[in-house]
Nanobody, 123 residues
């Protein structure tokens, strides 16, 4: 089992940037895909970005393409989400998660979740 801890959330003005970090611990770190998800109040959890083990394959939901970048450092057991040009509609709790497979964009295939970090974007 992988334990995940997110950090880096906070309050930012529209147009600003934040970098989220996710620290993993535990033996079953790889070689699985890692993803970032978010959930806003009253809405379903949304898959934002997924990256495979080698970093050669990535997925971004349309609403964050060109603004968010997922990356990982397997040696450090870290996953990052660089978020630029933030919008008020990006306000949500952001979660990182570890997949049960090499590749998936479905939340159902992610078994380990962090506690989440709040991102609030003011207009």
């Amino acid at each position: 089992q992988v334990q995940l801890v997110e950090s880096g959330g906070g309050l930012v003005q529209a147009g600003g940037s934040l970098r989220l970090s996710c620290a993993a611990s535990g033996r079953t770190w790889g070689p699985y895909a890692m993803g970032w998800f978010r959930q806003a109040p009253g809405k379903e959890r949304e898959s934002l970005a997924v990256l495979n083990w080698s970093g050669s394959r990535s997925y971004y939901t349309d609403s964050v393409k060109g603004r968010f970048t997922i990356s990982r450092d397997n040696a450090k057991k870290m996953v990052y989400l660089q978020m630029n040009s933030l919008k008020p509609e990006d306000t949500a709790v952001y979660y990182c998660a570890c997949a049960t497979t090499y590749w998936s964009t479905s939340a159902a295939d992610f078994r380990s979740w962090g506690q989440g970090t709040q991102v609030t974007v003011s207009s």
